[in-house]
């Protein structure tokens, strides 16, 4: 069984379309992330999650937005894509949100293409 | 605020040699570090972590870590590198006011035989 799952792992589309990516977890967690990892390989936070309660809101342009319907799934909305969207989104969760000891675990990642 | 430097944006090394990946922290309050590895074309995973305690850090797949204060640095290492361990590496800081994992550039290993 996979911990944290996303779908879809590979989405290529154009300029100016709406897509999500879903991300679930089964592990228990209480906390989910969602990372963009650039074609440089870095890695920064965008959103947190804390049963369905956002508490990390990076700068991140409005059309990014983040939707749990519970505390297991992590959703990204992404109106209006750009080039620069082009990246690899990865879903995390961990146990707790203000224990910032936990380990984090990740997902296989959705590589987002557009054109 | 904090940050997190790695070194070196690639290491190659032979099959079996040592290796030792740099990582190099700045933060005014107590932190705690993270290692993860992230094969080609997959997440990240944990390798090892320091909370608090022992500086030295023993993780999987035979890495070890020690976190040094003063030189706030926390260098990854194995005595014996495989092909496996061809991945990137990533050096991640968090402390208890930060509530966000911030992360290095991470480090290119390349293991030849």
């Known amino acids: 069984d996979t911990a944290v799952s996303q779908t879809p792992k590979y989405l290529v589309t154009q300029m100016g379309n709406d897509k999500s990516i879903k991300c679930e977890q089964n592990?228990?967690?209480?906390?989910m992330y969602w990372y963009k990892q650039d074609s440089k390989k870095f890695l920064k936070i965008m959103f947190s999650?804390?049963?369905?309660?956002?508490?990390i809101n990076e700068t991140v342009p409005n059309r990014f937005s983040p939707k749990s319907p519970d505390k297991a799934h992590l959703n990204l909305h992404i109106n209006s894509l750009e080039l620069g969207d082009s990246a690899v989104y990865f879903c995390a969760s961990s146990r707790g949100a203000w224990d910032h000891q936990e380990t984090q675990y990740f997902g296989p990642g959705t590589r987002l293409l557009v054109l | 605020a904090q940050s997190v430097t790695q070194l070196d944006s690639q290491v190659p090394v032979f099959e079996e040699a040592p290796v030792e990946l740099r990582c190099n922290y700045s933060?005014?309050?107590?932190?705690?570090l993270f290692w993860y590895v992230q094969y080609p074309n997959q997440g990240l995973q944990l390798l090892l972590k320091y909370l608090s305690g022992s500086t030295l850090v023993k993780g999987i797949n035979g890495f070890e870590a020690e976190f040094n204060k003063s030189q706030t640095s926390f260098h990854l290492r194995k005595p014996s590198v495989h092909i496996s361990d061809t991945a990137e590496y990533f050096c991640a800081v968090s402390s208890s006011n930060t509530g966000k994992l911030i992360f290095g550039q991470g480090t290119t290993l390349q293991v030849k035989p």
């Open positions: 999650y804390n049963n369905k309660e956002l508490i």
């Open positions: 592990l228990g967690h209480d906390t």
């Open positions: 933060s005014s309050v107590s932190v705690y």
